[in-house]
């Protein structure tokens, strides 16, 4: 069995940041000529070696981070807390990255090349069949030849040259024991073209797996791995979950097929690109919100509550304009007793079959909202996007489900965080200081943002990760996946050598200076050291989330 690293918090007593130095590498594009898109697509020697001879012990990236072996003796009493296995979700990272070959079956592999977004807009991206095959792993977890399909995915992300990949087996298959083993036909393989560090998805689920995962609620899960299409080296992607209804994923009712009826579970997308779905191009079912008393009325820190976006998308089975229409209503009610007993102190409830309000019996802003909405997934949900500083929060790729059905929660709740590689400092635009979602004007967010029992339950959590050392670990967790995947990051960019130098309105200069991903990570590495702690002064005790003092 190959040796498993599970990162663990770690506490450095005399530890002090010091800028972290970082490390140049020559990337040579294997035919000496400049890369256009043509060169990129078709370079086909660039395998990463099976191990990695730099690679770090756990205790080898915190000695690098200032601390010696008697210095990292720590106080793990926390673990003796019977609240501390929610929080305990560690990413696993192996000596040696798995591997997974896409085989397709002419041998063809255009089918991840030739698409940008304006052919999904169009209906033209279509499966191929292909066989997939994953070793370099746990022998438990080594597929051979599975039949399944395969395309590309995303929006704008298709208008880059390494595209993200959706598979589809035949059968439902467990992949390298994510969720625990679950086994399902639908995983996605994401490319990271605009995260030079390709550690922003695995924070985001990170912190995805940690704080809605401490409450119950989903978030994928994930593994970084190497992909090989027709036996060319594709580069190092991250395998994730796909966003669906399922008992594994989103657990919320499924329709038996052509049902009409609306008590079922509905999964939702906040969707910037909503205006792109065509039903009649194997699309989406969208609809707009009209947000009471059109949500304008009041600012926030100079900023108006007025959402940006209108549109959702629904991503779950639904097969009637009925339930478009009904979910449609119920959206806009939800965001209408919010409103109203937020800003209006007017306390109104559903009527029986959620089709309209009627005045409730309750007596606070918290009761009220708490009867409509999940309040606990809110709150997960938005320190998730204010430690991230997500870009695109009130833009797109905020999901939140309903189960309407007999035995559902009957609740809007906030959950399955996606996107993620405008995060983390990369856009210019986004400071490490400062609050960022908050201020953002995300329909659901800015409501309640100066609520105090809102702030109040945000502390409660926040206090949660600080004493359970998720902090540090997600810290950790950089550090050691620049040590010990240092050789398949760099093959990975020998393979696409653009990225370096493409997207310069889509991150910060300095990241656009970067000629590794270890001087990426050493950056993104600093600015979360920054962010945790600017946050920790907000919600926390003040002291430094690594040195606690």
């Not at 698409?115 to 999904?120: N, S």
């Not at 994953?134 to 929006?155: F, H, L, P, Q």
């Not at 409501?447 to 945000?458: A, G, Y």
């Amino acid at each position: 069995m190959r040796k498993i690293k599970r990162i663990t918090a770690t506490l450095c007593a005399l530890f002090t940041l010091a800028t972290i130095s970082s490390c140049t590498f020559d990337f040579v594009n294997p035919d000496n000529s400049s890369s256009s898109k043509q060169e990129e697509s078709s370079i086909v020697d660039i395998t990463p070696p099976e191990n990695n001879p730099q690679n770090s012990s756990s205790s080898d990236v915190n000695a690098d981070m200032g601390g010696s072996e008697e210095e990292e003796v720590k106080d793990e009493s926390y673990k003796n807390d019977p609240d501390y296995a929610r929080y305990s979700y560690a990413p696993t990272i192996t000596e040696t990255m798995p591997r997974i070959q896409i085989n397709t079956s002419d041998g063809d592999s255009s089918f991840a090349t030739k698409y940008g977004m304006q052919d999904k807009i169009e209906g033209r991206v279509d499966y191929v069949d292909c066989t997939i095959s994953v070793d370099k792993c746990d022998e438990e977890y080594v597929i051979s030849e599975a039949a399944a399909e395969v395309k590309v995915r995303g929006n704008a992300t298709l208008n880059y040259i390494k595209k993200p990949l959706r598979l589809k087996f035949k059968k439902k298959t467990t992949m390298l024991g994510l969720n625990d083993d679950a086994k399902c036909k639908s995983w996605v393989l994401l490319a990271d073209w605009k995260d030079l560090s390709m550690l922003n998805n695995d924070l985001a689920f990170y912190f995805g797996k940690t704080i809605l995962g401490s409450d119950g609620y989903y978030s994928s899960d994930f593994r970084r791995v190497n992909v090989y299409i027709n036996g060319q080296y594709w580069g190092v992607y991250l395998l994730v979950e796909q966003q669906q209804v399922n008992e594994y994923r989103v657990d919320i009712a499924e329709p038996d097929d052509d049902y009409t009826g609306n008590d079922i579970g509905y999964l939702i997308e906040y969707d910037g690109y909503y205006t792109q779905e065509d039903i009649t191009k194997g699309g989406d079912y969208t609809f707009e919100m009209n947000y009471y008393n059109n949500a304008a009325l009041k600012t926030l820190n100079g900023h108006s509550t007025h959402p940006r976006i209108k549109g959702y998308t629904i991503k779950s089975d639904i097969y009637a304009q009925s339930q478009v229409d009904f979910i449609r209503s119920y959206m806009d009610n939800v965001y209408k007793i919010a409103y109203k007993a937020v800003y209006e102190h007017q306390y109104y409830t559903f009527n029986s079959d959620f089709t309209g309000i009627v005045k409730s019996n309750y007596k606070t802003v918290q009761e009220t909202v708490s009867a409509v909405i999940d309040v606990q997934s809110l709150v997960d949900s938005y320190m998730l996007q204010e430690i991230a500083c997500d870009y695109d929060v009130d833009w797109s790729s905020v999901y939140m489900d309903v189960d309407l059905s007999a035995n559902g929660k009957k609740k809007l709740t906030f959950e399955a965080p996606w996107d993620w590689d405008s995060s983390f400092g990369v856009r210019p635009d986004v400071n490490s200081s400062g609050m960022y979602a908050a201020n953002r004007s995300n329909p659901w967010f800015i409501l309640f943002i100066n609520e105090s029992w809102f702030q109040e339950m945000i502390r409660d959590k926040w206090q949660d990760l600080y004493k359970f050392h998720v902090l540090e670990t997600a810290l950790n967790m950089v550090k050691e996946c620049k040590e010990t995947y240092k050789a398949n990051y760099e093959a990975n960019y020998r393979r696409w050598p653009t990225c370096l130098n493409t997207l310069p309105g889509e991150r910060t200069d300095a990241l656009n200076a970067c000629k590794s991903q270890a001087e990426a990570a050493d950056i993104l590495y600093n600015w979360l050291y920054t962010r945790l702690n600017f946050l920790n002064k907000q919600w926390g005790d003040g002291t430094d989330v690594l040195t606690r003092k």
